[in-house]
């Protein structure tokens, strides 16, 4: 991976880390594809939406989806890709920062969307980390507060680094640390919250078995 300027604004450094050209391969991740495929398809919100590789999959399974990212050129890139799917007209591409577009109150602070503080039957966040200051519990909980009564929150992160990489040092997510984020408010049920092994090729062509951190939980 590409080192990240963590010196500059984050949307900036995000823009410059996704470049001139695709990042991601498009396709949706494994564990939200086996967390989301027996739900009800209703409105969804997808946090740190990326080259929409989840947004795309969740709309062509008939989900009315909000996507929200803080870099323009990840989201441009993924409305471009929504539209030769052709399910630009389920999602709505948002770019903003999420701490700040998830404080926003209902019908307030915002001249542009309309939805602003709506509720959600399924909120998801893929691998949602930074390699700059983010409060990440901070965006969890406030995502936590758009589902609806019976609707759903799954979260997928990074649970320890690939044999590859030189961030060994790091701190990662934990599914029981996610699960409390979540569920901190009260009036949650969590269905899942594992860590599940995928296996996955390095930057070198080398095999690796990589560890993620997913939890599901339902709104009461």
Do not use: C
């Not at 594809?33 to 398809?41: K, Y």
């Not at 709506?118 to 965006?139: C, I, M, Q």
């Amino acid at each position: 991976m590409t080192e990240m300027n963590t010196s500059i604004p984050a949307a900036q450094m995000w823009d410059e880390r996704y470049g001139d050209a695709h990042i991601w391969s498009g396709r949706p991740n494994t564990a939200l594809v086996d967390e989301v495929s027996d739900l009800t398809p209703g409105r969804a919100l997808d946090l740190g939406s990326g080259e929409g590789g989840d947004a795309i999959w969740l709309a062509e399974q008939g989900w009315q989806v909000t996507a929200v990212d803080i870099s323009r050129v990840a989201a441009d890139r993924a409305a471009l890709a929504s539209r030769e799917r052709g399910v630009q007209g389920r999602i709505i591409w948002v770019v903003a920062d999420l701490e700040s577009w998830l404080a926003q109150r209902p019908n307030g602070g915002d001249p542009v969307r309309t939805d602003s503080g709506e509720s959600f039957d399924l909120v998801t966040a893929s691998f949602l980390h930074s390699p700059a200051p983010f409060a990440r519990e901070k965006v969890l909980s406030l995502a936590a507060d758009r589902v609806a009564p019976g609707g759903r929150m799954v979260v997928v992160a990074h649970a320890a680094a690939p044999s590859w990489s030189a961030h060994h040092d790091m701190d990662f997510p934990t599914p029981e640390g996610d699960a409390a984020a979540i569920s901190a408010g009260g009036g949650w049920e969590v269905e899942v919250a594992q860590v599940r092994t995928r296996p996955a090729t390095g930057p070198d062509g080398q095999s690796a078995l990589l560890e993620d951190s997913v939890v599901r939980a339902r709104r009461i």
